[in-house]
């Protein structure tokens, strides 16, 4: 479970749970079960409830983070899920109207993304370290764009010690 407060990530609120009561492999029966506890114990400290509670899956792990709510006397709380696979955001009580998130944007994000993760020729420069490599990626978005670069630009993004580096390495 993960917490978003403010539109910050709340580390500190962050909870795995073990399913307790589920034998075998049952998605909704364990969505009902981490939801029932979760609740049940917010609604035991009258701790606020959340703004939105975003379920990972679609209709079925809706449906069962609903009864599970409804189980426990929750029954005005903002409940949406997200079906990672077909993009598709689900509102509880709108289900016949998903959401379906625009795949331009998630296909370039996910691209780029995998293109940071990917090993760079920049790996090769001496004395340019990962973090400094990530900074150009993330900057530029190739290693073919960094070389492009002038001095000037790239020690905008990672120091002028490290654009000497970078420019000796492909002038070599």
């Known amino acids: 479970m993960v917490v978003w407060e403010d ?3 709340k580390k500190s609120d962050y909870r795995k749970f073990i399913i307790k009561t589920v034998i075998g492999n049952d998605d909704f029966a364990s969505m009902r ?3 029932t506890r979760r609740y049940s114990r917010l609604k035991e400290e009258a701790a606020p409830m959340p703004g939105l509670v975003l379920i990972d899956g679609g209709l079925g ?3 069962a983070a609903a009864e599970a709510l409804e189980a426990i006397g929750i029954s005005d709380q ?3 899920s997200i079906a990672k696979r077909e993009e598709i955001i689900y509102v509880y009580g709108q289900e ?3 959401y379906a998130l625009d795949r331009f944007a998630v296909t370039f994000h ?3 993304r995998n293109s ?3 090993t760079s020729e920049l790996d090769a420069i001496a004395g340019v370290g990962e973090k400094t490599v990530h900074k150009l990626l993330k900057e530029f978005g190739s290693s073919e764009l960094v070389r492009a ?3 000037e630009q790239l020690a905008a993004v990672v120091g002028r010690a490290a654009a000497r580096k970078v420019r000796a390495h492909y002038q070599a």
């Open 7 to 9: 539109g910050r990530m």
């Open 33 to 35: 079960e981490v939801v």
């Open 61 to 63: 792990q809706l449906h």
């Open 78 to 80: 903002p409940l949406a």
């Open 96 to 98: 016949d109207e998903p």
């Open 110 to 112: 996910r691209s780029r």
């Open 116 to 118: 940071l993760q990917l």
């Open 149 to 151: 670069a002038s001095e």
